[in-house]
Each structure stands twice: as structure tokens, then as C-alpha cells.
């Protein structure tokens, strides 16, 4: 039996904490840094080897999980990390930072480190999914040498889609949440319209189940707005973050629905919802409009 990569997960929050836990479940070795020491503690006794430095939790590893929060937290991050990479390492961005900023990633590593293979893959996916294994992986760059990378993935979801050369994958993860933020918003607003007509989420829900409509991320949504508990699967603020890069990366495209709603979210960031569920768009309405 072949042994498994040595892995490192540079980033522990929600989502990097999640890998990090699949991947000791599944027997790798591995080992993790993140900016605020105490996360990851947890899972030391299962395994996790805890790095004083993103340089030291690299050596030594044959692929690099790069779980950041945005482009500048990455590249500040990641540039002293190159140097501590192993020859023919794999360096996989799992963040969504941006279409700008991968290429730069790109570029750099290229640059002073020709050797190690860089893979860009975001995750379609929040963090119950990923807790559960269940993300889709969506990979791009040369899968000819990505091997290490694809025995890491297939721990830590249930899918990986290839999209050609690196890069593609940052671009189809802003497509892909620009979805997700629309129906988010479209949620919010038909349970507002719902609820005014006399309507309750369960109301809502039996009509659309069984139906073409009944997406089971809407369900998710609905209990939480029927419950008034926004534990963030993903933060409001981050979800807002992503619309911006979107529209960062199509600055000719017509996209007035999305920056309407970039508008909006800004305003329940400012109002102090940034750190809940982006589902708590619908109490900032309720509250905002009552």
C-alpha cells in the first residue's frame, strides 16, 4: 500500500480546521499553523502536529493546504512559506481570494519556486459539509503531477471536478458564489413577502418540496431564519467579501443584482450582523423594516 503524503493546513479556521480533522481521521500525518495559536488544539491529541510558524508547519510537508481568509492574508502568508517547501512539493490555495490574487500567487511561486507544483482549488461548500467530508473540490493546474494532492482531496470531500490550468478554479468559485449570494438574497426577500402574507417558513417549504425549486441549501437557510439561530456556516462578512471580488473580476459585465446586494449586505455588516450566518440578511431586513 502506497504511504500516504505528509499534508500541512496553513490556516485552521472553519474550513482548515475541518481538512485538518478528515485528513487525521483518514491516517495522514499532519501537521498545521494558524495566526491565533489556541485553534487546532483540539486536535492534538488526534494527531495534529502544531506549528510555531507557517515556514516550519511547511517543511518537510508533500502538500500545502492554503486555507486563508482573503489575498493579502495569503500572499503575506504564503511568500516566506516558499522558500520551506520541499523540492516537488504540491501548494494547493483552497481560499477564495480572488481572481487578481491568484494570479499573483501564481506568478510568484513560478518565479522563485519553478519546482513545487501549484494547484488552485477552492471548495464549493460550507463548514458542516466540510466537517462532514462532503465539499466539492474544484482543482485546476497540471493534474499529471497533482497525485499527492488528489489522494488529500478525495479525504477531505466527496468530489473533484478539474477545471484545466490553475486559475480557472478561483474564477469558477466567484460564478459559483455569485449563485449562492443571489438565492441567499432571493430567500430573504420571498420569506419577508412570505411572513407579510401570512406564511411561515414550514408553509414555504412544503410547497416548494419534492418540486424543481427545493433546493436543499434553501432548507438550511429556512431553519435558521425560522429558528433565529445564525451560527455561521459562512459569515455574513465573508459572503460579502466574495460578491466584491466578483465584481471585481467582471468590471465591464452588467451585474446590477449583485451589486445591489453588496449594497445591502455592506449596510448589515455595518449594522454588526458580519459575523453571523449570511442568512441574518433576512433579521437585518425584519429589523431595519419593522
Not at 455569485?178 to 411561515?200: E, H, N, P, R, V
Request: proline content about 4%.
Amino acid at each position: 500500500m502506497a504511504q500516504l503524503p505528509v499534508v500541512t493546513v496553513i490556516g485552521l479556521g472553519a474550513m482548515g480546521h475541518a481538512f485538518a480533522a478528515n485528513l487525521l481521521k483518514n491516517g495522514f500525518t499532519v501537521r498545521g499553523w494558524n495566526r491565533s495559536p489556541s485553534r487546532g488544539e483540539d486536535l492534538v491529541n488526534t494527531g495534529l502536529v502544531l506549528c510555531n510558524t507557517a515556514q516550519q508547519a511547511a517543511e518537510g510537508a508533500d502538500v500545502v493546504l492554503s486555507v486563508l481568509t482573503d489575498g493579502d492574508t495569503t500572499h503575506n502568508v504564503l511568500e516566506p512559506v516558499f522558500s520551506a517547501m520541499k523540492p516537488g512539493a504540491v501548494l494547493c490555495q483552497m481560499g477564495t481570494i480572488g481572481v487578481a490574487a491568484t494570479e499573483k500567487l501564481i506568478y510568484q511561486l513560478a518565479r522563485v519556486r519553478p519546482d513545487v507544483v501549484f494547484v488552485d482549488a477552492p471548495v464549493s461548500g460550507t463548514k458542516a459539509p466540510a466537517e462532514n467530508a462532503q465539499i466539492l473540490v474544484m482543482a485546476s493546474g497540471d493534474r499529471s503531477k497533482a497525485q499527492a494532492a488528489e489522494q488529500v482531496f478525495a479525504a477531505i470531500g466527496k468530489q473533484q471536478q478539474w477545471l484545466g490550468e490553475a486559475g480557472a478554479s478561483s474564477r469558477m468559485k466567484l460564478v459559483v458564489n455569485s449563485w449562492l449570494i443571489g438565492m441567499m438574497q432571493s430567500l430573504a426577500d420571498t420569506m419577508s413577502l412570505a411572513k407579510q402574507l401570512g406564511f411561515s417558513t414550514d408553509d414555504l417549504w412544503q410547497v416548494l418540496e419534492g418540486g424543481p425549486l427545493a433546493a436543499p441549501y434553501a432548507k438550511g437557510k429556512l431553519n435558521m431564519i425560522a429558528s433565529g439561530d445564525y451560527t455561521p456556516q459562512m459569515q455574513l462578512s465573508l459572503a460579502l467579501k466574495d460578491a466584491r471580488l466578483a465584481l471585481q473580476a467582471a468590471p465591464g459585465v452588467a451585474m446590477p443584482g449583485l451589486e445591489n446586494i453588496a449594497s445591502l449586505w455592506q449596510q448589515a455588516v455595518d449594522a454588526g450582523y458580519g459575523g453571523q450566518d449570511l442568512a441574518a440578511v433576512y433579521a437585518f431586513l425584519q429589523k431595519t423594516h419593522a
